[in-house]
């Protein structure tokens, strides 16, 4: 074997212009293959650190309406007269998820749930800034419980967190250290206690600023098309507040439930699915659902995989091309030496003996094309990556199935050829011209 391979490599010294132009296909296909790869590989990986951040693991539980073959239903009265009922649009009150359902769900589930994060969008608040009275900043209002604050990460910088035991209904505020510069004559650590006036959904409102917390404009998931010098922060509120304002006391229409470090995420969502569905077993019109940032992104990985593997398929069709042409040029060599064949057959050499020959010859051809094809796919898959602003993440099991594809092609393009060097008759091949 050894010796075989020697001879295959002192053929590729001897002839290095057509050996290379012959690897060119192996070369371009398995180059393509791990560039596409390793640039979908940087992606895929962008895109889960990109999520990473934001409770990639929480699951959002939410009410949606219930399938049917039609959004209405013919329902006869008492006097036999035929009424058409529609479905809500919106829930009702007694379709909203109450606080016993939640703690029921707390003491069926200890060890999974960490805290439930409950909000309530109140709308959107406006106030003149100190400098400039004639220019407002704008802040999202929304009521939250106790929980959010830590299912959040909410960094409290000065003063204290919404406590809706304590603060039920009352006109208390945690703003951030960005609003308060944008529009407040005073230090972050001086706003605490003093009142702001906003204007929320065109009604004027006045709250006490009890908190203060750190805005990291780098956890926004939103794209903020905004300006430096004029971001929106969130404003938080006693949820039963911001309830109150708008007038959805009562009960959640969606919740955000965080798991424990231990707890498999996605095992856990089709279990709290199935738990809040049992509540509306009997409810015509609405149901329970959840989702969340983990099926979302493994549905984004999976469409990038199949992408990638598309492309990857069409790339690798080059290696068919450089197959036929490892094949082309080992019948050529056979012509060529045919000769040496008949001599070495003459002095008693064995059928399989030239078999092998050939056969490691065109391998040998292939795995160099293979070396120098995972060379130019890495180098072009990291200046691809780059380019796109990611990090090159290689993928290790492309590049040994493209080494292991790159022998096969050599033993199957190169069996035919070296088959026909075996089955050469010595006497015609030693009068071969």
Not at 47 to 66: M, R
Not at 144 to 172: H, S
Not at 268 to 292: E, M
Request: net charge negative.
């Amino acid at each position: 074997m050894l010796d075989n391979i020697s001879l295959a490599l002192q053929s590729l010294r001897s002839n290095k212009m057509r050996a290379l132009l012959t690897m060119l296909g192996i070369i371009i296909g398995i180059g393509a293959v791990i560039a596409i790869k390793t640039v979908g590989n940087s992606l895929t990986s962008s895109v889960t650190d990109s999520f990473s951040g934001y409770g990639i693991s929480n699951i959002t539980v939410y009410l949606t309406q219930k399938k049917t073959d039609d959004s209405e239903t013919i329902q006869d009265t008492d006097d036999g007269v035929q009424v058409r009922m529609f479905q809500d649009s919106t829930p009702r009150t007694s379709d909203l998820f109450t606080d016993a359902m939640l703690e029921e769900y707390r003491a069926n589930f200890p060890d999974n749930i960490a805290c439930i994060e409950l909000t309530e969008s109140a709308g959107s608040g406006t106030r003149p800034k100190d400098a400039k009275p004639t220019e407002n900043t704008t802040a999202t209002v929304m009521g939250v419980n106790d929980d959010y604050f830590t299912g959040e990460n909410v960094e409290m910088l000065y003063g204290r967190a919404i406590q809706n035991t304590t603060d039920a209904g009352r006109r208390v505020c945690v703003v951030s250290d960005r609003f308060v510069s944008d529009c407040m004559s005073c230090t972050a650590e001086q706003a605490i206690g003093k009142s702001i006036d906003l204007t929320i959904n065109k009604s004027p409102y006045s709250f006490y600023i009890v908190g203060v917390y750190h805005y990291d404009d780098s956890t926004s998931l939103a794209m903020d098309m905004s300006t430096s010098d004029d971001v929106t922060t969130n404003l938080y509120l006693p949820l039963s507040t911001a309830q109150t304002m708008d007038g959805s006391a009562g009960g959640y229409s969606m919740f955000t439930v965080v798991c424990t470090a231990q707890t498999d995420a996605t095992a856990f969502l089709n279990i709290t699915k199935a738990f809040f569905q049992t509540y509306y077993t009997r409810n015509d019109s609405w149901t329970a659902d959840a989702d969340s940032l983990q099926s979302l992104i493994s549905t984004i990985t999976s469409m990038l995989d199949t992408i990638s593997l598309g492309i990857s398929a069409i790339a690798a069709i080059s290696l068919l091309v450089g197959g036929i042409g490892v094949m082309n040029i080992m019948l050529v060599s056979i012509t060529e030496r045919t000769r040496e064949i008949g001599t070495r057959k003459a002095l008693g050499a064995p059928q399989n003996a030239i078999r092998m020959q050939f056969i490691v010859e065109s391998v040998v051809i292939c795995l160099v094309g293979g070396m120098i094809g995972i060379l130019v796919g890495l180098a072009l898959g990291g200046v691809a990556s780059k380019l796109l602003g990611y990090a090159a993440h290689p993928d290790a099991a492309t590049i040994a199935i493209a080494v292991g594809f790159s022998m096969a092609i050599g033993v199957f393009f190169g069996y035919y050829p070296a088959n026909k060097a075996a089955k050469l008759d010595p006497i015609e091949a030693l009068r071969y011209e």
